[in-house]
């Protein structure tokens, strides 16, 4: 079992930046892929960036690359996703997940996720 508690969200302006975090607990974690999808009201939810088990890979969604960094600490059980260049269409609940698969931008290849941290971005 695999528990994720995510961080950081908040209120910010555009073009601010701000960095997420994913607290990842459990035996196995070090062994889990892990990363982040988004989901805005009444969207479906969206991939954003995935990080492989060794942090070595990583993988982001089009709309995010460029501007959003993900990275993993030495000890593989934290995530953390920093955003730079915010806009307004990346507000959001932003969910941490973890995945056995090697990068995981399907929901459906995500074992485990977090409840979610909200970001909204003021135009």
């Not at 479906?44 to 993988?59: K, L, M, Q, W, Y």
């Not at 690359?65 to 959001?92: C, Q, Y």
């Not at 932003?94 to 485990?112: E, G, I, Q």
Request: glycine share 10%; hydrophobic share 35%.
């Amino acid at each position: 079992q695999v528990q994720l508690v995510e961080s950081g969200g908040g209120l910010v302006q555009a073009g601010d930046s701000l960095r997420l975090s994913c607290a990842a607990s459990g035996r196995t974690v070090s062994s889990y892929a892990m990363g982040w999808f988004r989901q805005a009201p009444g969207k479906e939810r969206e991939f954003v960036a995935f990080i492989n088990a060794a942090g070595s890979t990583t993988d982001y969604g089009d709309s995010v690359k460029g501007r959003f960094t993900i990275s993993r600490g030495n000890a593989k059980n934290t995530v953390t996703l920093h955003m730079n260049s915010l806009v307004p269409e990346d507000t959001a609940a932003y969910y941490c997940a973890a995945s056995v698969l090697f990068l995981a931008r399907r929901t459906v290849d995500n074992k485990y996720w977090g409840q979610g941290t909200q970001v909204t971005v003021s135009s």
